[in-house]
């Protein structure tokens, strides 16, 4: 199945990867070419790196599924023999841990490229972006965070994958961008109750005593549960969500 998955009518993806890194690599080459040059090239590849990294994984897991929503294919896709759970699992590994694997040492050398050319052509090096290396941060995220949040949140369009027939990855962000103003709207709205003082007399959090104990558990124990809830509890529910919706599918 995964060799099916990695080898099997997968130009596409390869095609789109490559033209985002050729315009990547245009847009260094410009930057460099211009005042200051190449030293904001270090900030700059952080974020190239965020946005090429959610943005190709989202538009890749939410075609996974293109063969049991296409008629014309779901035949085929049906007939192989392997169980639902392992067409599921399948799918995960490759959009996601052989994704971000791939994907980081590609981009590792897409920036070793990139330093090259801006040297060759405008004399000036800088600092090669390198996704391993913890220095690189954003606001005391590293590129490591990225590549685990991607795991996490790209399961929500693997489950929009065999939810939507149709332009998946749109639906999906629709969906997912609803979901998630109405858990802010939910949230505000229980924080509400705890702190109705705050509400009605103005927020003025230096002159709140919310007590020792609330205090520990807002510092430590909420980002905790953040953490569990963000890492294993909502991915494995979404990718249980999968299982069932395929396995419905299928039947």
């Given amino acids: 199945m995964i060799k099916k998955e990695l080898f099997y009518q997968r130009k596409a993806p390869w095609i789109i990867i490559g033209g985002v890194f050729v315009f990547l690599l245009f847009i260094n080459l410009l930057m460099s070419s211009e005042s200051p040059g190449p030293n904001d090239l270090p900030a700059n590849q952080l974020m190239f790196y965020i946005f090429s990294l959610l943005i190709l994984g989202t538009i890749f897991t939410a075609s996974a599924f293109n063969e049991l929503n296409n008629k014309s294919s779901a035949h085929h896709y049906l007939s192989i023999p392997a169980s639902t759970l392992e067409k599921l699992i399948s799918k995960w590994l490759v959009t996601g841990i052989f994704y971000v694997i791939a994907f980081n040492i590609f981009y ?16 000036q090096a800088f600092i090669v972006f390198n996704p391993f290396e913890p220095r690189f941060e954003l606001d005391g995220m590293t ?77 430590n124990v909420f980002p905790i549960l953040g953490k569990i809830m963000l890492w294993f509890v909502f991915p494995l529910w979404m990718l249980t969500y999968s299982f069932f919706k395929l396995k419905e599918k299928e039947v």
């Fill in 108 to 123: 590792f050398i897409f920036c070793i490229i990139s330093s090259a050319l801006t040297n060759y052509f405008f004399d």
């Fill in 143 to 219: 590129p490591l965070f990225f590549s685990k949040l991607y795991l996490a949140l790209h399961t929500v369009y693997l489950a929009g994958a065999i939810y939507f027939r149709k332009y998946a990855y749109f639906k999906t962000m629709i969906a997912q961008s609803f979901i998630f103003c109405n858990l802010i709207g939910l949230m505000m709205g229980i924080g509400s109750l705890f702190f109705v003082d705050v509400w009605t007399e103005g927020i003025n959090l230096a002159h709140i005593d919310i007590g020792s104990g609330t205090k520990n558990i807002f510092e």
